[in-house]
């Protein structure tokens, strides 16, 4: 095992792999995993979540990534609806 930029990584069958893919599954194309409560070592499944690089960048355009996992998942609701009303 290693980290990288602070993310755990495991050895497996197809190489290297990230802690927080095996523990999320597959991710949908166009989006990313996160790490709710900010801290890449925490890759337990109820702390990530699988959300489009658009809601990435308008969670970080309006300040909204928290060191909280409840007030991170509100900030990803919030961009995902704002997203919808622009569009």
Known sequence: ????HG????KT???WVRVKTL????????????????NPENCERKNLMAI???ISARMTKNGFWSETL???KTGVICCT???IISS
């Not at 095992?1 to 990288?4: E, G, L, P, Y």
């Not at 523990?23 to 900010?38: A, C, E, M, T």
Request: charged content about 35%; proline content about 8%; hydrophobic content about 25%.
């Open 7 to 10: 993310e755990p990584y495991m």
């Open 1 to 4: 095992d290693f980290k990288t």
């Open 70 to 72: 409840e007030i991170t």
């Open 52 to 54: 489009p690089r658009s």
């Open 81 to 83: 609806l704002e997203e």
């Open 23 to 38: 523990n999320y599954g597959k991710v949908p194309k166009g989006h990313i995993i996160i790490h709710l409560d900010s």
């Open 13 to 15: 069958d197809d190489g």
